[in-house]
């Protein structure tokens, strides 16, 4: 058992060493900024997460040893990237939104594989989120979805609204995905969340055909 634990702390002391948040470059993106009020910690404790993807995890600068709290920060300041590279065009077409849009997309879908595979790992709740509390956990999701409303609301009445919808969607069924669960298992997370006020976040996605249950 201490054989055990020396060689978990030993590991953390490396990985925090090499630990760091880091935005993607996107094409025309401005400068995605900090998050105010939030800020990425490496975990008490880490466990390494099964290889759900592994092409994905190198995608992803090998992000997969994080807890879910610092991987939607990091996937926050990605988004953060692409909606600025979407705002910095004089006109948009189908064809942009769709591009900066699947790559959000490819960001966001992350989360919840990440999660499943925690989970299903056997993980503790409070371990998979790096034990930062209820608020701080609804504080960074809130914060992503406020960034995806944003986008949504710049591209609407640029294109087709049914366009919109289309291409939209799989970034609301994969944050689905992730969050209709979450709620379940944080205690008095959709307490939170409803109180940090992501009622706009909830109305578009069941514009777009999806279902959150907070």
């Given amino acids: 058992m201490q054989t055990w634990r020396s060689v978990l702390s030993l590991f953390l002391f490396f990985f925090t060493l090499n630990w760091q948040v880091s935005a993607l470059p996107s094409p025309k993106a401005g400068d995605g900024g900090t998050l105010a009020g939030i800020r990425p910690r490496s975990p008490l404790e880490i466990r390494v ?43 948009l077409t189908t064809e942009i939104v769709q591009h900066h849009v699947d790559i959000i997309a490819g960001h966001i879908a992350y989360i919840p594989a990440a999660f499943k595979a925690y989970r299903d790992a056997g993980v503790e709740v409070d371990l998979i989120f790096g034990y930062h509390s209820t608020y701080e956990i609804a504080v960074a999701i809130a914060a992503l979805v406020n960034l995806v409303v944003d986008l949504v609301n710049h591209v609407y009445g640029t294109i087709n609204v049914d366009l919109v919808a289309a291409i939209v969607a799989p970034i609301f069924q994969d944050f689905a995905v992730f969050l209709n669960v979450a709620v379940t298992v944080v205690v008095n997370l959709s307490v939170t969340l409803n109180g940090l006020g992501i009622s706009a976040f909830i109305s578009l996605s069941e514009r777009v055909g999806v279902t959150i249950s907070l």
């Fill in 49 to 91: 997460l099964p290889d759900v993807n592994q092409e994905t995890h190198k995608k992803r600068d090998n992000i997969e040893n994080r807890n879910v709290y610092d991987i939607i920060l990091d996937v926050t300041v990605r988004i953060q990237n692409e909606v600025n590279a979407v705002k910095s065009y004089d006109r």
